[in-house]
């Protein structure tokens, strides 16, 4: 049924690269929906929402990492940046931007779908999933925290970081990142101040389950979810 599969948008100038895409996503069973400048981005993601978004970095109106810091401003949809620099990647990877992957043009539409289909079952993980495999459970609405059942007293911060990191497990935070979601006012923090927090926090879930170490550093990077 075409209402169940799922969208993936193609944002890439290069037409032979975007159909050869498209046909092979729609043989594996999603939706592809293509786009080739970089302005028409935003506005079709804000009323379609797909469930993945590749984004070639050059392009046509307007330039990929803009379009991606705009995205991120409002939706949380993974993102696989796709650009034709090896080196580009690592500068990429350095920047505080979190795109969920990257893929090095020239790429197979082969290697693209198992990146595809990696960052879905990773977005997919249900709540249920995660307090199955980790013992947390997050409550967004009443901002509350259990861990193998048992209520952790959290403050607000700790709550959002704590909920941003489970809900996305595996994927790999900056404190920057971080900071961004639990703060709602963009006051200045610093990364201390997020490792002070994330401490506070690990200390208060070992006190319900001694060894628990799910939350995991990343050396120079940050913070994960180990689920
Ligand atoms: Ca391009």
């Known amino acids: 049924m075409e209402t169940t599969r799922q969208c ?3 944002v890439e100038d290069e037409p032979k690269l975007a159909e050869v895409l498209l046909e092979y996503l729609q043989q594996s069973g999603f939706r592809g929906h293509w786009l080739d400048n970089g302005r ?3 506005p079709w993601v804000r009323t379609n929402t797909p469930a993945l978004v590749v984004l ?9 990492l803009e379009v991606f810091k705009e995205l991120r401003q409002f939706s949380a949809i993974p993102v696989i940046m796709a650009t034709a620099k090896v080196d580009e990647i690592d500068r990429l990877m350095g920047l505080e931007l979190g795109a969920d992957d990257y893929v090095c043009k020239p790429y197979s539409p082969r290697e693209l779908l ?3 289909r990696n960052i879905l079952r990773r977005a ?3 709540q249920q999933e995660i307090l199955s495999a980790t013992g947390v459970e997050t409550d967004l609405e009443r901002m509350e ?6 209520g952790l007293n959290l403050t ?3 709550f959002r970081l704590l909920h941003q990191l489970a809900t996305h497990p595996g994927k790999v935070f900056s404190r920057t990142q971080l900071m961004d979601c639990v703060y ?3 006051r200045v923090v610093t990364d201390r101040a997020v490792d002070s927090h994330i401490k506070n926090l690990r200390r208060k879930m070992e006190a319900v389950q001694p060894g628990f170490e799910a939350i995991r550093s990343i050396y120079g990077v940050g913070y994960k979810f180990d689920a």
């Open 145 to 150: 925290a259990r861990l193998d059942g048992q």
């Open 184 to 186: 709602d006012d963009h």
């Open 40 to 42: 028409e981005v935003i």
């Open 114 to 116: 198992a990146r595809v």
């Open 8 to 10: 993936i948008l193609i």
């Open 56 to 64: 070639d970095l050059m392009l046509p109106g307007r330039d990929g």
């Open 156 to 158: 607000p911060v700790e």
């Open 124 to 126: 997919s993980l249900s």
